[in-house]
């Protein structure tokens, strides 16, 4: 269930008929200015009047997807629907699941989009050229060729609750092109923290990430400093803060709420830290080399 207050926003409603029923623009007493739902193919959600790739809709109905265009400072409630947006910013929409990312790209190069449909409470992925779809089974995501069956022990899981994490089969893995960064040094209770975080969407200019493990937490940008916290994106619940560089360490000294004493560290997920082993590699090679030339050049 959602309380709509937000002047844009992505929104999904739940499609069993005991979670919710079809809302009509009557009873929101002309808070809505406009409701769009995407073509069954897909496309990016961008803040502004939508082209002719969305159709305009009157009705909110079970099951679906919806840009919801609201009256400022106006707040509607809408039985079952669950908030894919935390509003605009910078222009764009704020979303907390991506709208489109490739699935291995280096093989199979295979784009897909965020569709309408909605699926165990969360947004459901066709791809571009084939039948496959990507959904959540109420434990990870999948990827089928129907939603709701044919998963068996062949079939491309990803172990989370974002659509965009790296799928395995066996020994066979299909990583997407969606950029991550990798959270380690918590301890203790926030132990479950460490991991990755996934590319989702935008905030004050920069890329927001949510974590691939199923704990619910953001690493954002909040226009001078980089926080973690499991409320996106208001600074409220709990949040340990970092500094202005991405790639830097979140402290509880610097600002935190529930993370009295820990501190981690967060990396580009997408750099190969075997390649900075080469690079330190042939430093000392070169080192090495050098010393013998100069111990040659000694003796002769």
Known sequence: MANINKSYSLNWQGKADDLCSTFDYP?????????YTPFQTGLRWTQGSP???FDEIRELNCGGSYYINMVTNQSVFIEGMVSGTTGSNAGNITTLYPMSFVLDPDGDNETFNIVNEFYNNKPVYKALVSSDYIWYNNTEYVKTVSIGNGVTSNTYKNGACIPNATFTRGIQSKPTNSHFVEVSGFTGA???L?????HVGYFNGEKTYRDSMCVDYFYYYD???WILTDTAFNGQGCYIIGTSDKFGCVDHTLGNNCFDGQRACVFDGNVDPRSLMTEDALKSLATEDSLKV???EAEL
Not at 27 to 35: L, M, N
Not at 194 to 198: I, Q, R, S
């Open 27 to 35: 009873s929101a007493d002309g808070k809505i200015i406009r409701s």
């Open 294 to 296: 100069l111990i040659t």
């Open 51 to 53: 082209t002719g790739s």
């Open 190 to 192: 926030k132990a479950n």
């Open 223 to 225: 226009g001078g400093r």
């Open 194 to 198: 460490n991991g990755n975080y996934y």
